[in-house]
């Protein structure tokens, strides 16, 4: 079973409010109002969910993943997001001047040449050697595959030369865009002609403040920043450690039987979110021969391609996500507490405000309902529960 990562308790609760004007508004009823009509809601909290999935608990207890090194979370990962930002605002030195003899450093500008081979043998749009001028990279603008600008760091160009160039080892992406490259191994002979320094500003907390507009009531805003990056890059692994137990657990729990209102209920959501974007993209001018043709389009179909079927299998993964969520509330013991409640809807208004929409508490449980609000406090807690059980692994 592919895992579509769409977490299907937050996508409820947020177009109940941005899409869905006809959500109830009674405080969250086992009644609520779809285009499609009444629709009888699935009360996940009260039913015995040993009676819809079985779900051995050696799948997320003590349970093991491996991601990519690239969601490694230290000091030096740290340290990386933070010359990312400082290079914004480089400053180059010594007058723009040609430097042939000095290692390429972080921030500085190299201008090269390079040659792309895959098994020995030169792949399309590889190469710029023909090119009347050198190519002007940024080092650390992240405009090549990763590993490239990284591995040019410390080159010296004069050591290099058209006939002896650098050899550069790096991977391409798996989801490149080209499937000849795709996560392929490939060579890049790189030939640097010249570069220019430049200079990164400093980390001061004056820096961080004023420069970077970071927010602090902390007196050290400098060490403020950096654990505030540190636990944006633990979100991020998270989320992908997340995915991948998410995927096992989906795949790997036995299905007794769906609870056919809740498909329902989930296949007429996505046929209204059809719809209003349907409409908001003709406001726009687009014209679209039939609504199975704007469909097909949104979805990312092939043409002619059954829009029914996938939405139907989408709507089932979302209420056997729901499901596998609360069986293991179930199983654990995981309640929801007047805390995180409120942490949901801290969660909930501040997204809102993100996007320039403001709404009050009391507004954002009018329309979303209680039950909503306990869904995805719940399932928060479970993702937490998933992960602070699972032995992370790396690889390069």
């Excluded at 633990?234 to 790997?252: F, G, H, I, M």
């Amino acid at each position: 079973m592919k895992f579509t990562k769409l977490l299907a308790i937050v996508l409820a609760a947020l177009t109940c409010i941005s899409v869905f004007a006809a959500c109830d508004s009674n405080g969250g009823s086992e009644e609520e109002t779809t285009a499609k009509g009444e629709v009888e809601r699935f009360d996940y909290f009260s039913a015995n969910m040993s009676e819809y999935v079985t779900i051995d608990s050696a799948l997320y207890k003590d349970s093991s993943v491996t991601i990519n090194s690239e969601f490694r979370v230290d000091d030096a990962a740290v340290e990386k997001y933070i010359q990312s930002a400082l290079y914004k605002y480089r400053k180059v030195q010594n007058n723009a001047a040609q430097v042939t003899d000095k290692p390429i450093a972080f921030g500085d500008t190299a201008f090269i040449y390079y040659r792309g081979e895959l098994d020995g043998k030169e792949f399309a749009g590889g190469s710029n050697f023909d090119d009347a001028k050198p190519y002007e990279l940024g080092i650390g603008s992240g405009r090549f595959i990763p590993g490239f600008e990284d591995g040019l760091i410390g080159v010296v160009p004069s050591e290099t030369s058209k006939d002896k160039p650098y050899a550069l080892e790096v991977t391409f992406p798996e989801n490149y865009g080209k499937e000849e490259l795709n996560g392929k191994d490939v060579i890049f002979y790189v030939w640097v002609v010249y570069k220019v320094e430049y200079a990164l500003p400093e980390l001061t907390n004056d820096f961080v403040t004023n420069t970077l507009k970071f927010k602090t009531e902390e007196e050290d805003a400098v060490a403020a920043y950096k654990q505030n990056i540190k636990e944006g890059l633990e979100q991020y692994r998270d989320t992908e450690v997340k995915n991948a137990l998410w995927e096992t657990l989906l795949d790997e729990t036995v299905l007794i039987k769906y609870p056919e209102t809740e498909v329902q209920y989930f296949y007429d959501s996505y046929v209204e979110q059809y719809e209003y974007y349907k409409g908001y993209y003709e406001n726009y001018g687009y014209t679209f021969t039939s609504f199975d043709d704007f469909v097909i389009q949104y979805l990312g179909l092939d043409k002619g391609a059954d829009w029914k079927a996938e939405t139907l299998a989408n709507s089932q993964l979302d209420v056997l996500q729901n499901l596998v969520s609360h069986a293991i509330a179930q199983q654990e013991g995981i309640e929801v507490t007047a805390e995180d409640r409120q942490d949901a809807i801290d969660y909930y208004t501040e997204y809102y405000k993100n996007y320039g929409q403001t709404i009050t508490e009391e507004e954002l449980i009018k329309a979303v309902g209680e039950r909503l609000i306990n869904e995805y406090a719940l399932f928060e807690k479970v993702n937490k529960f998933l992960v602070d059980n699972c032995n992370i692994t790396y690889e390069d």
